[in-house]
């Protein structure tokens, strides 16, 4: 009886948490910027700049007042193609100071292989050139394919305070989605690490038992599929999206040494229709997801509204960008448990381009940039 009545209570609170974003007044767009090919990610510098990493494997600064400037010199070789290429770039926590920032990439291989990696580099005062590229972190192992690299990245805040580490969310390369639930491998996986690329001494697998059964001391989760949205939250949450296969696409809230369940359970299939595996949405052992998108919007970027920008209907919520449909979706944080809402958040805004991500700026106000070989980037306002 008690669990019934916590599912209602659930259901109930989702139901009104999406009548009130229904409620809220219309948001419109307001191009900062055009003509980027196929950019991936973008960064805030200071004084209105910004930092935009084109999938092809550029680098860019853009200026407040929309000025695209030439690509930054100093950006390693990527494995440009499919859904690799230059992806996340994240602002070191101590940028003003060191000048220092964070960019993932897939990286090629001599044999033809390539793997997500994670490099750490320093912008020329000038901000036309990276000194002092190293890469950090290596997935492992390198796989054939160009498929499924995921990479974001978010900065660790336990208890609401940056510690200095990194957090990094990684597909599973598609091939080798079984590799998802085997620990001695990166496919699939939340890792941990600090700016150096060394593994924290408190990470749940850093110790003798875990490294005698094989695990990765830098794996905090597994069993993802292919992430394309990570952030952590003012009080220390950890927050992640990902692709399903046909349905199935997820927001989870990642919880060290966790099983997300990939592929052993799915709410997705195959593409073409049939189950994937046993076909089975629970197991024991294996986290649900808090949220579950069926049919698949193909999530990509992830914001936390935090400032009065838009009203208190969206503050404190999730606003995630769409692939597949070209639109921003706002996702009311409610706890993870064992009925995960479907289809979550009301359609707010239609974009009319692939959305690949979206930010909360310096000054409050969202943006977004569209995955197009003429993309954009875009500033959402509310309207008068």
């Not at 004084?47 to 860019?60: A, K, N, P, S």
């Not at 992806?87 to 990286?107: K, M, P, Q, Y």
């Not at 996986?189 to 060394?198: C, E, M, P, T």
């Not at 503050?315 to 995960?340: C, E, M, N, T, W």
Request: aromatic share 8%; hydrophobic share 40%; proline share 7%.
């Amino acid at each position: 009886m008690q669990a019934n009545l916590s599912r209602y209570a659930r259901a109930l609170l989702w139901t009104l948490a999406l009548c009130l974003g229904s409620s809220v007044k219309a948001q419109s767009l307001e191009t900062v910027a055009s003509g980027l090919r196929n950019p991936w990610s973008l960064a805030f510098l200071p004084e209105g700049r910004f930092l935009v990493t084109l999938r092809g494997g550029e680098l860019v600064v853009i200026e407040a007042n929309g000025t695209l400037r030439p690509a930054i010199a100093g950006v390693p070789k990527v494995a440009a193609g499919g859904q690799g290429g230059l992806l996340d770039v994240l602002l070191d926590s101590d940028f003003e100071r060191n000048r220092a920032l964070f960019f993932c990439f897939s990286e090629p291989a001599a044999d033809g292989r390539s793997g997500t990696a994670v490099a750490r580099a320093t912008l020329s005062a000038d901000r036309q050139g990276l000194n002092d590229v190293a890469v950090i972190f290596r997935q492992h192992p390198k796989t054939s394919g160009n498929l499924h690299y995921g990479c974001r990245m978010a900065w660790g805040r336990p208890q609401g305070q940056l510690d200095g580490t990194l957090f990094v969310a990684m597909g599973e390369r598609y091939k080798s989605m079984d590799d998802a639930q085997r620990l001695n491998n990166h496919m699939g996986k939340v890792i941990r690490i600090k700016k150096d690329g060394s593994v924290p001494p408190d990470n749940p697998l850093n110790n003798a038992q875990a490294k005698a059964q094989g695990a990765l001391p830098e794996i905090w989760s597994w069993g993802h599929r292919n992430p394309q949205g990570l952030i952590t939250t003012a009080d220390g949450q950890l927050w992640e999206h990902e692709h399903g296969p046909q349905g199935g696409d997820e927001v989870n809230l990642i919880e060290p040494s966790t099983n997300y369940g990939w592929p052993v359970i799915t709410y997705g299939e195959n593409y073409g229709g049939g189950k994937i595996g046993a076909g089975i949405t629970s197991w024991h052992g294996m986290a649900q997801p808090a949220h579950v998108w069926v049919p698949s919007i193909a999530p990509s970027g992830v914001a936390l509204v935090t400032s009065d920008r838009y009203g208190p209907i969206w503050k404190g919520s999730l606003i995630i960008g769409s692939l597949k449909f070209a639109d921003l979706y706002r996702v009311p944080l409610l706890p993870q448990g064992a009925s995960p809402g479907r289809d979550p958040g009301a359609l707010k805004l239609k974009v009319g381009q692939r959305v690949r991500d979206v930010r909360q700026g310096p000054d409050g106000y969202l943006y977004l940039v569209t995955d197009d070989p003429e993309g954009r980037l875009l500033r959402v306002v509310p309207r008068p």
